[in-house]
């Protein structure tokens, strides 16, 4: 044997063991606990903005405080990347290691309806050429093949296995073909081409339409994981702070602007004024709405309490601490329970303390004076009111209002239609996996050695190894007797099914 013809044998059986490890579950397995594990993450995990991944101090600052605040677990956490999903080493593998099983998959499923198609295309009237000949079948994929002797007539055999698939196989059909070649032994006057004799075929499929559907569930989850890898490698994402009433959020990256506007024509209303690539939209803040521009998708929910603060006259009068700006309005937003801020009136020597309550969104308001320890001035608001505050009787009021504070979420996933196309071929397929498939193919004809003359030949080839041996049990109760295995040897021990090369 030469080298190359053992490399040709080497790398053969090297792809033939990687074929039947990929066609195993456990791989599938895997990846099915990896999914689930990054998406219990996503839904119970911070993850990082996606503003702050072109900048890397940021983004490792950012990815470092939120690990400390869940302990002794933060670093393992952090090393499997859960906090920013979208580049964990963990979806990397995933994809890797569905890539490849469900090719494999997907080559045996369309491995197992090429070969029922092989079956049930076969001219069953197709004179046989001998007893015991086995009707060629397609070994694209495992193949589970038997043949044996009976004592028992030909006809019984026939029927006690007819009987048989018309309970487990809704689809039978019964064929009786000519033996072309005379059972021996043979005389010498008799013509080897005449008929001697008929064979009985009997083909037996379960639900063979479900074949059909099964594969759906491989090319679904190929488009879901093709669309998650475009998703990954041409998308971004923004999520930015918590707005706040007036507040102004910039990405300089993706030529992002989101202002949320307040306007206060009669009654107090907010609209989140969106330019993304120089398109300009704006949405409503009262409520979660979801709008595209530029093949982008804004997501806009009103998630947080906020409060809209402003002097009754327009004059400039407040300001934030550590800011020497005065402003006619400043907007706040309460990213937690039990959350406060505070706000200065320089030219009233005055300071308002705002407090979140920890059970619910509503506020406690206390102002204070730079002569006093004690608020001069408290109040209560709940979601939905409003208060004013009067500076001295002839002066402007403070006017507060509650507004919600927006959660804005900006994404380009041009792939991710096909994530939502692929599920649905996921459930189409995956419902055809519900109720099991098979065929069976028997061939029974007389087989007269010299010692007897009532002796059966059954040829038992099927998809799986349980029909065909739940086919022999019975065979056995009929006549237990030495049995003929593949090879034609005569043995007392049971033969097991045999595997045709390539299978």
């Known amino acids: 044997m030469t080298t190359r013809s053992l490399a040709r044998r080497w790398l053969w059986g090297l792809a033939n063991w990687v074929w039947h490890w990929l066609r195993r579950p456990w791989l599938a397995i895997m990846a099915g606990l990896i999914g689930l594990m990054l998406a219990i993450a996503v839904l119970q995990l911070p993850q990082l903005p996606g503003q702050l991944v072109d900048e890397q101090a940021a983004a490792a600052s950012w990815l470092l405080n939120t690990s400390t605040a869940y302990g002794i677990w933060g670093n393992l956490l952090l090393a499997l990347g859960l906090f920013d999903v979208l580049r964990s080493p963990l979806l990397f593998l995933l994809l890797a290691l569905l890539l490849p099983t469900v090719a494999a998959q997907l080559a045996d499923q369309l491995g197992a309806l090429r070969q029922l198609r092989a079956v049930q295309s076969y001219p069953l009237t197709t004179p046989a050429a001998a007893p015991g000949e086995a009707i060629p079948i397609v070994p694209v994929r495992p193949l589970y093949r038997w043949r044996g002797i009976v004592h028992a007539k030909p006809e019984v055999v026939a029927s006690l296995l007819e009987s048989k698939f018309a309970v487990d196989f809704p689809d039978t059909t019964r064929v009786d073909v000519p033996l072309l070649a005379p059972t021996p032994p043979v005389a010498e006057t008799e013509n080897a081409e005449e008929p001697a004799g008929t064979e009985t075929r009997l083909l037996g499929t379960r639900f063979p339409r479900l074949l059909l559907l099964r ?289």
């Open 215 to 503: 594969p759906l569930l491989m090319v679904g989850l190929l488009m879901a994981v093709i669309g998650a890898w475009v998703a990954l490698a041409f998308g971004w994402q923004v999520t930015a702070p918590p707005l706040a009433p007036g507040e102004t959020f910039r990405s300089a990256n993706r030529n992002l602007v989101l202002h949320y506007s307040v306007a206060m024509t009669g009654t107090l209303s907010g609209v989140l004024e969106t330019s993304i690539q120089g398109d300009e939209i704006a949405l409503p803040t009262e409520r979660a709405t979801r709008q595209r521009a530029q093949r982008a998708m804004i997501q806009v929910r009103p998630t947080y309490p906020g409060l809209w603060i402003a002097t009754s006259n327009g004059s400039a009068r407040l300001t934030l601490p550590g800011d020497a700006k005065l402003r006619p309005s400043v907007g706040l937003v309460f990213a937690s329970p039990g959350s406060e801020e505070s706000i200065l009136i320089p030219d009233q020597g005055a300071g308002l303390r705002i407090v979140q309550k920890a059970t619910s969104n509503d506020f406690v308001l206390e102002l204070y004076r730079s002569d006093t320890v004690q608020p001069v001035y408290r109040a209560e608001l709940t979601q939905g009111g409003r208060l004013s505050l009067p500076f001295d009787p002839r002066d402007a009021e403070l006017v507060i209002s509650t507004m919600p504070g927006l959660q804005v979420d900006v994404r380009y996933l041009p792939g991710l239609w096909l994530v939502w196309f692929g599920l649905v071929l996921v459930l189409a397929g995956g419902l055809a996996f519900l109720r099991p498939t098979a065929f069976v193919l028997a061939q029974v004809a007389p087989w007269t050695p010299a010692q007897t003359a009532e002796t059966t030949v059954v040829v038992l080839q099927s998809d799986h190894s349980d029909t065909i041996a739940g086919l022999r049990a019975i065979l056995t109760e009929l006549t237990p007797s030495p049995e003929t295995s593949e090879t034609g040897e005569e043995s007392n021990d049971e033969p097991s099914p045999l595997q045709p090369s390539g299978a």
